[in-house]
């Protein structure tokens, strides 16, 4: 009997294919499991979907795979490369629903069997959760590729919602981020909520130094590669927990050696090797909170799902809580040059105060780093952040600012929005009765108030709007739009490119 081919790529060449074989986890592998096997006693679980979040590498498409393959199910897959419409998540239902039916044909074939519907990576789903029209679905489905109605993710969402309610198979996400798939805006909660009611959340976690370790091991005593213990130390020390990873570099490392790998191979994999991760914010803060070294966190912020601006934000909120009075009074200084730097791209072409702005508060926080931080640290999203993010409150202020300044919507929501936020927040000084900049850009008394979180209904709102109007327009009561920067005259005070020369 010829011997099986066995795949050129490590990752496959050793995928697990059992239970028994997969590392890390431990707890969530049971809870899948015990979710799984309900299905496999024929009965239908409360909530009939199941969504795997966590970090990439850490074996969440592989559970699904190996324990379908274990009970000799079906899997029916639908991954982010393809369409992922209303109509095309129909279509794997229907897929999983014909197998299911196909399958009890078979003089082989078990009561229990089933079909496993796999959405990988759901959290790149796009769009809202709107539905789109029975009839749209339907001809979506019966067209060819050259008459589709939908295309893209159109409705995607609102069928997953309606295949979770009704499937009679198991339903199986994964994905990197939730918070991709509720949605950034105000209703996110809504969301979240309206897709955990229907499916169960298992959060997975990196791998640990000893499951990487075990798979090392395994993967290079069949391959017959040796490995020094303190270079095996070095390539788990660069590596954050994601299998996948580990099993590559381990490939590469391969390819260069002479059936040992020394340490310096090691070091020359890590300084050629870029991870292509994101790490979420949550974690790149406690981690930052953490390190005692300046260059360390610094990469770690590069390396966050979030831009030095909104770091920025994030730092300043989550000192107050994690630092010491004198700690805070250390790195103030940074954090104000820190916002000043990144200011500039208002100004002037000075790109390197992004390297500057993100830089400077991490030495800072490095600087200060004692005992007080090195216990488990509580990282908060910023309240000052989550104001403005009501429909009521932004809608049509930030449509009015849009048109006015003549750009996007998206560009008044990222720059000027927490500028003006800031403005008229009272503990920074702000006063719901100061109308000058409300007047000076052109906004009404009724965005005004959507400034300052007061909600039109109020009693306070009704003083306010007559005193807006009893003071009269401002000295202008257009927007006011700055000259391009090559007719402004340079100020001293500002940060400009030479600055960091």
């Known amino acids: 009997m010829e011997e099986a081919i066995r795949p050129d790529d490590w990752t496959e060449r050793y995928r697990p294919t059992t239970l028994s074989e997969m590392e890390g986890n431990g707890d969530k592998l049971r809870r899948v499991k015990l979710w799984l096997d309900i299905w496999s006693a024929g009965k239908v679980p409360k909530k009939r979907g199941l969504l795997l979040s966590g970090p990439p590498g850490v074996g969440k498409t592989t559970l699904a795979h190996t324990l379908a393959k274990e009970r000799g199910w079906t899997v029916v897959e639908l991954n982010a490369s393809e369409q992922r419409n209303a109509a095309a998540i129909r279509g794997s239902a229907t897929r999983g629903s014909q197998n299911f039916s196909l399958e009890h044909f078979s003089m082989e074939s078990d009561a229990t069997s089933r079909t496993v519907i796999l959405l990988d990576e759901v959290d790149h789903l796009s769009g809202g959760f709107a539905k789109v029209s029975e009839e749209r679905i339907e001809k979506t489905m019966g067209a060819d590729d050259d008459g589709a109605v939908l295309r893209g993710d159109s409705g995607g969402k609102a069928e997953l919602l309606n295949l979770l309610r009704n499937t009679k198979n198991p339903v199986i996400m994964t994905c990197n981020d939730p918070m991709r798939l509720w949605g950034r805006g105000g209703n996110w909660r809504s969301n979240r909520d309206r897709v955990l009611r229907v499916s169960e959340n298992v959060i997975f976690d990196r791998v640990d130094r000893s499951d990487l370790r075990r798979i090392a091991l395994r993967v290079l005593d069949s391959e017959g590669v040796g490995i020094d213990p303190e270079s095996l130390d070095a390539l788990i020390d660069g590596n954050p927990g994601d299998l996948r990873a580990l099993v590559r570099d381990l490939q590469s490392l391969s390819c260069v050696v002479d059936g040992h790998i020394e340490m310096s191979s090691v070091q020359d994999l890590s300084d050629s090797v870029v991870r292509d991760s994101q790490i979420n914010v949550f974690n790149s803060l406690k981690r930052a909170y953490t390190t005692r070294s300046g260059a360390s966190i610094s990469e770690i ?92 409150r932004t809608g049509s202020l930030i449509s009015s600012l849009s048109g006015g300044f003549g750009t996007s919507r998206a560009s008044i929501r990222e720059d000027l929005w927490p500028t003006l936020l800031a403005i008229h927040n009272s503990s920074l000084g702000g006063s719901e009765s100061d109308f000058s900049v409300a007047k000076k850009i052109g906004l009404s008394a009724e965005d005004h108030l959507a400034m300052h979180g007061i909600p039109k209904s109020s009693k306070s709102a009704k003083v306010i709007m007559e005193a807006f109007g009893e003071e009269g327009p401002g000295e202008s009561a257009e927007i006011i739009v700055s000259k391009p920067v090559d007719d402004q005259v340079e100020d001293e005070t500002q940060s400009t490119l030479d600055r960091f020369g």
């Open 301 to 392: 912020v590069r390396n966050s799902d979030k831009d030095p601006d909104e770091m920025l934000a994030w730092f300043a909120w989550n000192n107050q809580s994690i630092m010491a009075s004198s700690s805070l009074e250390a790195v103030s200084g940074a954090m104000c040059k820190s916002d000043s730097f990144l200011a500039t791209k208002f100004t002037n072409r000075a790109f390197r105060s992004w390297y500057w702005g993100s830089a400077l508060p991490a030495q800072a926080i490095a600087s200060v780093s004692k005992a007080e931080s090195e216990n488990e640290v509580f990282v908060s999203f910023p309240d000052f952040l989550r104001r403005g993010g009501e429909s009521w």
